[in-house]
């Protein structure tokens, strides 16, 4: 793991700074305003990353660039998410094709691979680097950040702090800013609310933004709003913000709270304005957010909400740890394939309960339920990439079964059910769940074409499963 740290260093802290700003590229001709899918890594074969650059790209001056971590290399989406910001502010766009959800030397080698081609290809302006993230790709991104010490503004959605000691940020270890992006229904929720006082505490400057939303990217307009607060931050350390751009951010914010507000979230929208008085305030007329907020905080719904909002806090904070002992439990007493009927009878109270509880008409107790039901999901299928990794293929299909009980008509944990399957040669079986995968949604044949699945290309079944999904992808 250690062994990759010096390798970043190297390249940020010595070539970057080491390079005139017309000799930091090769003058590569890439295509402008367009999402490229494949950019080979020159000095290290089988490594690549996808890339936008800005419609007024040019190598004549230098220019920001994101990097951008992926969880499932999915980097064409992670891309598209920001385009919108990018092509706004002019900053170029690079994600890993390679980077997964772990493990760290494998993520430490793909950055290695992009920060030094890009460094070699494109006019980068090495004192704007930013890096940005989602799930575990946003704990790699603010460990890239920690390791390189060159980054100025992280971008984090759906997770924050990396497992490895060494990649926390500390007080001697914060030259960067932050963004925190989560869904309400994300099962991290509660790790970036309490994120923000630890952030403050090592002296990193830093800014929450919620969007209605499970475990997943935010939306286009989300990672404009973190973009520009990046750059606002900037701009009035300079005592210079732009005003055009600082009317906009503010537009977004407004927008933001008005939709809280409409959503009966009025704790949320306080937050919201409360904020961008704090950051921004100095720079513009508050007169009517301050006339806002105090007809909010006045009224007795959002002090009702605020006393809510901490009990029902404390509760699902109570209720994972149940949950994530309950898994521990559930390692020791699995045998073969099958769940102990009194453990399977007991996760399926709990999720009953938790289903039920989505369907409150509270705006806080129904998003809570919604990130338990997400926890116990996203357990289960860490757990059983975990078995497979192992080749302990009957506990990864206890563990999937798990996963699939809060939401059977998932098509990920079916396709994963299906490839356990298959990788215990169970033909019937991993027919019966792609079949499920492909009625609930998939869309790749690719996934169809996994290795794993080779030995049923001469059944009907799987052909007729592959000429449905090939139509759905033209």
């Keep these: 793991m250690n062994r990759y740290l010096p390798l970043l260093l190297f390249f940020l ?15 590569a001709n890439f295509a402008t305003g367009n999402i490229i899918d494949t950019v080979l890594c020159t000095h290290t074969p089988g490594q690549s990353y996808a890339l936008y650059l800005p419609k007024e790209y040019t190598p004549a001056r230098t220019w920001p660039i994101l990097y951008i971590f992926e969880p499932a290399a999915r980097s064409h989406l992670a891309l598209s998410v920001f385009q ?13 094709n390679n980077s997964h959800n772990g493990p760290w030397e494998d993520i430490l080698a793909a950055a290695d691979a992009v920060l030094l081609d890009t460094q070699e290809k494109l006019s980068i302006d090495y004192e ?3 890096t940005a993230g989602f799930s575990g ?6 460990s890239v950040a920690v390791i390189t010490g060159r980054v100025v503004g992280v971008i984090g959605c759906g997770a924050v702090f990396p497992s490895v000691e060494e990649y926390m940020p500390g007080p001697e270890k914060a030259s960067f800013r932050y963004v925190g992006m989560v869904g309400l229904k994300d099962m991290n929720y509660q790790e970036h609310l309490g994120a923000r006082e630890r952030l403050t505490e090592f ?10 939303a499970g475990h997943e990217w935010p939306p286009s307009g989300k990672a404009v709003e973190a973009v520009q607060w990046l750059v606002l931050k900037q701009q009035v350390e300079n005592q210079s913000p ?3 751009l600082l009317q906009n951010y ?4 407004l927008a933001a709270a008005d939709t809280f507000f409409q959503e009966q979230y009025p704790v949320l929208a306080v937050d919201v304005l409360e ?8 720079f513009v007329n508050t007169e009517a957010i301050d006339t806002r907020l105090r007809q909010a905080t006045g009224d007795k719904a959002y002090r009702k909400q605020l006393k809510e909002r901490e009990k029902v806090n404390k509760k699902e904070a109570d209720l994972q740890q149940k949950y994530l002992s309950a898994f521990v439990e559930l390692y020791w007493t699995i045998t073969g394939s099958t769940m102990p009927p009194d453990q399977l009878e007991w996760w399926e109270v709990q999720i009953n309960y938790l289903k039920k509880q989505t369907q409150k008409q509270d705006a806080l107790k129904r998003n809570s339920a919604y990130r338990l039901l997400n926890l116990i999901a996203a357990r289960s299928a860490e757990s059983c990439f975990e078995m497979v990794s192992q080749e302990n293929y009957p506990l990864a299909t206890a563990l999937n079964e798990l996963w699939l009980i809060p939401n059977p008509e998932d098509v990920f944990a079916n396709w994963h059910m299906a490839r356990v399957h298959a990788l215990m040669g169970h033909k019937g079986q991993a027919l019966d769940y792609l079949e499920r995968a492909v009625e609930y949604g998939m869309q790749y044949t690719r996934s169809l074409r996994a290795p794993e699945f080779e030995f049923l290309k001469e059944e009907k079944r799987y052909e007729q499963m592959v000429q449905v999904v090939t139509q759905r992808e033209k």
């Design 13 to 27: 802290c010595l070539s970057f700074l080491s390079l005139p700003a017309q000799e930091a590229h090769s003058g």
């Design 275 to 282: 904020g961008f008085r704090t950051d921004f305030g100095v």
């Design 242 to 244: 732009d005003k055009a």
């Design 84 to 96: 919108t910001a990018a092509e706004q502010m002019n900053w170029i766009l690079a994600c890993s």
């Design 203 to 212: 002296g990193i400057d830093n800014h929450l933004i919620l969007f209605e």
């Design 137 to 142: 790709g946003s704990r790699a991104a603010m």
């Design 128 to 130: 704007q680097l930013y």
């Design 250 to 253: 503010s537009n977004s914010i």
